[in-house]
Nanobody
Framework: QVQLVESGGGLVQAGGSLRLSCAASGRTFSTYVIAWFRQAPGKEREFVVVISWSVGTPYYADSVKGRFAISKDNDKNTVYLQMNTLKPEDTAVYYC????????????????WGQGTQVTVSS
């Protein structure tokens, strides 16, 4: 089992930046695929980005491509989501997720989830 702990959410004006963190405990990320999802009130949870820890090639949703960047720190066993040029439509609870399986853009593809961290972008 792996536990995921998220942090870094907050309130920011449109055009600003935030960096979210997802730290793993219980296991390392070394054999996992890790993804970020987000969910606004009353909406379905949607895919943001996915990366394989070992392979390292990221795949982004079109809505965030060019603005968000995923990265990882092997020593800290932590994955980050750098969020730049934020827009009001980015407002959501952001979740990290992990699986020992394959790349997936679907919620059902992931076994482990963090608690979520709120990101609010004011207009």
């Amino acid at each position: 089992q792996v536990q995921l702990v998220e942090s870094g959410g907050g309130l920011v004006q449109a055009g600003g930046s935030l960096r979210l963190s997802c730290a793993a405990s219980g296991r390392t990320f070394s054999t996992y695929v890790i993804a970020w999802f987000r969910q606004a009130p009353g909406k379905e949870r949607e895919f943001v980005v996915v990366i394989s820890w070992s392979v390292g090639t990221p795949y982004y949703a079109d809505s965030v491509k060019g603005r968000f960047a995923i990265s990882k720190d092997n020593d800290k066993n932590t994955v980050y989501l750098q969020m730049n040029t934020l827009k009001p439509e980015d407002t959501a609870v952001y979740y990290c997720a992990a699986t020992r399986g394959y790349y997936s853009r679907s919620v059902s593809g992931y076994d482990y989830w963090g608690q979520g961290t709120q990101v609010t972008v004011s207009s």
